[in-house]
């Protein structure tokens, strides 16, 4: 059972280039969304998903942009990236219960120059 | 601000001994859910375990229990019989209820080293 897979592992851009970061889920969960981990401040919510079709906003959603066009995946867009977006980040699903557990990717470090 | 605070950013322990992680969070609901993430050095989420706030017994899995304390908001891990490959860091986080949107909030971490 392959769980959150994420791509890629590791990822160098430059200043104003854009990327997508890959994110797919194979256990039918609801419920998506995409973290970013800076030194000293935990993990903080970027955009999230109920559903196929349904985004929202986390905490940090500047500089970013996402879509869910199936249940499995949810890719986070950088349209024009900036050093500040230099950091690890994990993609979570879970079912759409607050019972559930959410399941994390094993995360992308992204370092922009 | 609902917030989860860990004011510990690093903790050790001797090998076999006992140590307790704090955690304290801010909330208005009732109904929440608590959880403690292992991250060791390969960057993986591993849920370590976690409590329904309208529990009274606090959960235990093996080694790792909490100590939940819902009038004051605070949400301890003690890990019993510690071992090397415990060392990590370890985030507390609550699961927000409002909207259903299934939100984690997450504490800064504590980073645990574990002594031969």
């Known amino acids: 059972n392959a769980g959150v897979t994420q791509t890629p592992k590791f990822q160098v851009l430059k200043t104003g280039q854009s990327m997508t970061l890959q994110c797919a889920q194979d256990m039918n969960h609801e419920y998506m969304s995409w973290y970013r981990q800076d030194p000293g401040m935990g993990l903080r919510l970027i955009h999230y998903?109920?559903?196929?079709?349904?985004?929202d906003q986390g905490e940090v959603p500047n500089g970013y942009n996402v879509s869910r066009s199936t249940t499995e995946d949810f890719p986070l867009r950088l349209l024009s990236a900036a050093p500040s977006q230099t950091s690890v980040y994990f993609c979570?699903?879970?079912?759409?219960?607050?019972?559930?557990?959410?399941?994390f990717g094993p995360g992308t470090r992204l370092t922009v120059l | 601000a609902q917030t989860v605070t860990q004011s510990q950013p690093e903790m050790s322990v001797q090998e076999a001994e006992t140590v307790t992680l704090s955690c304290t969070y801010d909330?208005?609901?009732?109904?929440?859910?608590l959880f403690w993430y292992k991250q060791p050095p390969s960057r993986q989420m591993i849920l370590v375990i976690r409590q329904e706030a309208y529990k009274q017994q606090n959960a235990t899995e093996n080694r790792f229990s909490v100590n939940f304390q819902k009038a004051a908001k605070s949400f301890s891990l003690k890990i019993s019989d510690s071992q090397l490959g415990d060392a990590a860091m370890y985030f507390c986080a609550r699961r927000s209820g409002r909207d259903n949107t299934d939100k984690l909030i997450f504490g800064t971490g504590t980073r645990l080293q574990v002594f031969p």
């Open positions: 979570a699903s879970s079912y759409l219960l607050r019972t559930d557990t959410q399941y």
């Open positions: 909330t208005s609901e009732s109904d929440y859910y």
């Open positions: 998903s109920v559903g196929a079709g349904i985004t």
